[in-house]
T-cell receptor, first 116, second 114 residues
Framework: NAGVMQNPRHLVRRRGQEARLRCSPM?????VYWYRQLPEEGLKFMVY????????ESGMPKERFSAEFPKEGPSILRIQQVVRGDSAAYFC??????????????FGQGTRLTVV | GESVGLHLPTLSVQEGDNSIINCAYS??????FIWYKQESGKGPQFIID?????DKRQGQRVTVLLNKTVKHLSLQIAATQPGDSAVYFC?????????????FGKGTTLSVSS
């Protein structure tokens, strides 16, 4: 859904650099989810955030990865000291307050991270 | 760990044929399922969903069937068109829990030839 904006669409980083991925949810949506997709695989849940709160980060690697969703501005997924294994497509989805079911979550076009 | 999986990685059909894409799930606690379509370079797009209190649900040209006995669901696309070419994922979740993560299968690539 074009309403969820992710940028950049493509990001190339050298090993050891930091990657910052941004997600602007649809207007009126206060819930954001981040997923990672490796080539030829399905999406894997990473983290669920509401404004200024991390609700569920059970899918997030313990080290180097962090996420935030400030009161103002986009949600940020930050990967420090990137390694080649971090190369993947990262998708963001958003939903409105008090979602009844996950059909109310709309996906962005993704950021394709390549670590060289 | 428990996860959703798909039977076939690829499916090739002729335009106008009906397509059937299958998915097996192993988590008996999941009672809500969704099919997504993902075109190259794009994010997943919702197609249709079904809850465990149903065994069939129809949309426009698509039907989802759920067999809880064997933990299997399928997506049927009628009169398949070239624009249906994409990767199709099934995903499972538990409903009415705000923010519950979706568990995705690996996907089936549908190729439609004219």
């Amino acid at each position: 859904n074009a309403g969820v904006m992710q940028n950049p669409r493509h990001l190339v980083r050298r090993r050891g650099q930091e990657a910052r991925l941004r997600c602007s949810p649809m207007k009126g949506h206060s819930h954001v989810y981040w997923y990672r997709q490796l080539p030829e695989e399905g999406l894997k849940f990473m983290v669920y955030l509401q404004k200024e709160n991390i609700i569920d980060e059970s899918g997030m690697p313990k080290e180097r990865f962090s996420a935030e969703f400030p009161k103002e501005g986009p949600s940020i997924l930050r990967i420090q000291q990137v390694v080649r294994g971090d190369s993947a497509a990262y998708f963001c989805a958003s939903s409105p307050p008090r979602p009844v079911m996950n059909t109310e979550a709309f996906f962005g076009q993704g950021t394709r991270l390549t670590v060289v | 760990g428990e996860s959703v999986g798909l039977h076939l990685p690829t499916l090739s059909v002729q335009e106008g044929d009906n397509s059937i894409i299958n998915c097996a799930y192993s988590n008996s606690a999941s009672d809500y399922f969704i099919w997504y379509k993902q075109e190259s370079g794009k994010g997943p797009q919702f197609i249709i969903d079904i809850r465990s209190n149903m065994d069939k649900r129809q949309g426009q040209r698509v039907t989802v069937l759920l067999n809880k006995t064997v933990k299997h669901l399928s997506l049927q696309i009628a009169a398949t068109q070239p624009g249906d070419s994409a990767v199709y994922f099934c995903a499972e979740s538990q409903p009415y829990q705000a923010g519950t993560a979706l568990i995705f299968g690996k996907g089936t690539t549908l190729s439609v030839s004219s």
